[in-house]
């Protein structure tokens, strides 16, 4: 039987019943192309329907259906490949595409039941299927499939150890979770707190908590105009969807800004709503250690301001605490230009308590110089709320000699983004001792009242465990992060790299490592696949091309890019091939954009996709999937790529 008899017998098995009425409209063409499992974009095949409507009536023969499918299926590239393996550009006998999946592919010492296997679940024409052959339509549909995405399918549950202590973890963290737009104005969103973060497997949720009207603290900015959310209501809302995606700890980070009455009430939800998730009370066996993500699995923390010890914490247990206050003093240098900016946002007056030093200019080693004031708090925590702080206390950093000497272990800092990256560029091998023993968790500035976000990397560069960003803002910082925590099946809880958990390292980002395991990662950017238009174009074009990045230690961070293919969107090739040499692959993470080329304007962003360096499958012919500006998937809108690399 020749390939062209059994290829139309098949088809028309399929198609003939849906055109025994004649012709067929878009909508009928759609549906048709579903039975052969064919995914499509609705804007290409609205366009392509029109190309093969020589009538221009608004409706196919089957012949002008066919051309249809051949153009969306019967991709040159992937036939390229096919006709380089199939005997007789036919069919792939399971010889063949045992030589293809080790020549290509790199699946070495496979049994022989690997390529029968995949011609069982991937040929569609039964009568190939049955002679253990696999025609061109089974090999497209093996090539497309999530077999051959470049994320590599062993990376897609939980495979770290998790029974490390918490401080050896990349934790998932968002700051001001129930903000759905900016910081000043912008409306909070009980949706906020699961879309754009649990669900995403977030596991540390800051929650500004303030006063409200008849004893019920809110959640909203304080100082803005941003909306009110009833503190109970997003408790209710954490404790539903806090373990769907992820089986690990969930961290609430509590901005407290409540009298200790309705702290106390506070206390009271948390327990009520959350019941036995909430953990209330030291673990046996973590007396005097952190305790790992596997022993607090479905458990709710709370970081807070705590007074007094673990212990002490302990043996109030089952006491009445009611009406009970801690107090303690608190001070902090407070960056004028931040105040300012928050009393402008706020139109409020805010009075600063001087403490006995006079306003100072204060200048860092790096020659930069800030306007600073001491301001004395006086913190009032209330006992049944601080005795629910475990092993989570949030403890205010004053510097690294302090920490070595007397901060316990069940004691975080949260440092603002500037101030961190100054102690990064300034003393990063102490910065890097510090994470290696406490949970550091980084969050964005003040002045970013439009709910932009910083580059992450640089503090995971340093082992900072909770690096903060606003969830609810795309863009390039958070693909990184929700790149990053594809690792380790989207736990939220990534292991990380030996060099930033030993206590005794050497390691700095801005130097390449003495006992470094480079990788030399060579790709191949052949084509794309149903890329989304350009929103400029009134068909289905964009002149398109692909950057891709390299982050990680600086030395590693690169940008190279194709070509621009013009007014093809549809099915753009590029073969070009681009060769990076990473010297630090445990921290690296790929990113792939695509754009939409503009002489006048900057490029018009088509799609991303960012995964760690490590997730990549074995080399070979693979597929990158593209995600929009806000995270949705754009399948069927992939890149088809060839990668190789040497470890």
């Not at 959350?274 to 030291?282: C, Q, T, Y």
């Not at 304007?601 to 597929?623: D, H």
Request: proline share 4%.
């Amino acid at each position: 039987l020749t390939s062209f008899f059994v290829f139309h017998t098949w088809f028309l098995s399929i198609v003939r019943e849906d055109f025994r009425g004649g012709k067929i409209n878009l909508e009928k063409a759609l549906k048709l192309l579903e039975k052969f499992n064919i995914q499509c974009n609705y804007t290409h095949v609205k366009y392509i329907f029109k190309d093969n409507d020589r009538l221009k009536q608004g409706r196919i023969t089957i012949e002008e259906f066919r051309s249809i499918y051949r153009n969306i299926v019967h991709r040159e590239e992937i036939m390229e490949i096919f006709n380089a393996y199939a005997e007789n550009r036919k069919f792939l006998f399971e010889k063949n595409l045992d030589d293809f999946l080790t020549r290509e592919q790199y699946i070495f010492n496979m049994s022989k039941s690997i390529a029968s296997e995949i011609i069982q679940k991937y040929e569609p024409i039964e009568e190939v299927k049955q002679a253990s052959q696999m025609s061109f339509e089974g090999f497209s549909r093996f090539l497309c499939s999530s077999e051959c995405l470049l994320f590599s399918k062993e990376f897609n549950n939980v495979y770290q150890d998790m029974h490390h202590p918490l401080s050896d973890y990349f934790i998932s963290s968002s700051h001001n979770t129930y903000l759905i737009s900016d910081q000043l104005v912008g409306p909070s969103d009980i949706w906020g707190y699961f879309a754009s973060a649990l669900v995403k497997g977030c596991r540390c949720l800051e929650i500004d908590c303030w006063d409200g009207s008849q004893n019920e603290p809110v959640v909203y900015h304080g100082y803005t105009l941003t909306s009110k959310l009833l503190f109970k209501t997003v408790i209710q809302a954490i404790h539903k969807y806090a373990f769907i995606t992820s089986d690990y700890p969930v961290v609430l980070s509590l901005e407290n800004h409540c009298s200790p009455p309705q702290q106390e009430v506070i206390a009271d939800i948390l327990h009520s709503v959350l019941g036995d998730a909430l953990l209330s009370d030291i673990l046996d066996d973590f007396l005097d250690k952190l305790p790992s993500p596997e022993a607090l699995k479905f458990k709710i923390l709370v970081r807070n301001k705590k007074i007094g010890t673990l212990i002490e914490t302990h043996s109030r247990k089952g006491l009445d605490k009611h009406g009970k206050i801690g107090e303690f003093e608190e001070y902090e240098d407070i960056d004028q230009e931040e105040e300012v900016h928050k009393a402008k946002s706020s139109r409020l007056l805010i009075t600063l308590t001087d403490s006995p030093e006079k306003e100072t200019e204060s200048k860092t080693s790096a020659g930069l110089a800030f306007f600073r004031k001491k301001k004395t708090l006086k913190v009032k925590v209330a006992l049944a709320l601080s005795d629910l702080v475990i092993y989570t206390k949030a403890e205010k950093f004053r510097d690294f000699n302090y920490s070595r000497e007397y901060q316990k272990f069940y004691e975080s800092n949260s440092i603002e983004e500037s101030t961190a990256r100054k102690l990064s560029k300034l003393k990063a091998h102490d910065f890097i001792l510090h994470t290696t023993k406490f949970i550091t968790r980084i969050y964005p500035k003040a002045l970013r009242a439009d709910s932009s976000n910083f580059n992450p990397q640089e503090f995971w560069n340093i082992g900072c465990q909770m690096v903060a960003l606003n969830f609810q803002t795309p863009g390039m910082p958070m693909d990184i992060q929700n790149g990053k925590f594809l690792d380790n099946g989207g736990s939220g809880y990534i292991l990380k790299p030996r060099f930033l958990r030993d206590t005794e390292t050497e390691f700095n980002p801005q130097k390449t490592p003495e006992d470094s395991k480079p990788v030399t990662l060579t790709i191949k950017v052949i084509s794309g696949i149903q890329l989304p238009p350009s929103i400029h174009s009134s068909s289905n074009k964009a002149d398109t091309l692909v950057i891709i990045e390299i982050f990680g230690v600086p030395n590693d961070q690169v940008k190279q890019q194709t070509h621009v293919v013009k007014k093809n969107a549809f099915s753009p090739r590029w073969n070009e091939t681009f060769t990076f040499i990473i010297q630090v692959p445990e921290l690296a993470l790929i990113r792939f954009v695509v754009e939409s080329q503009n002489i006048i304007a900057e490029n018009e962003f088509l799609g991303q996709y960012t995964l760690p360096l490590l997730c990549m499958g074995k080399a070979g012919y693979r597929r990158v999937p593209l995600f929009s500006k806000s995270g949705e998937d754009l399948e069927p809108a992939s890149l088809f790529v060839y990668v190789w690399y040497i470890r």
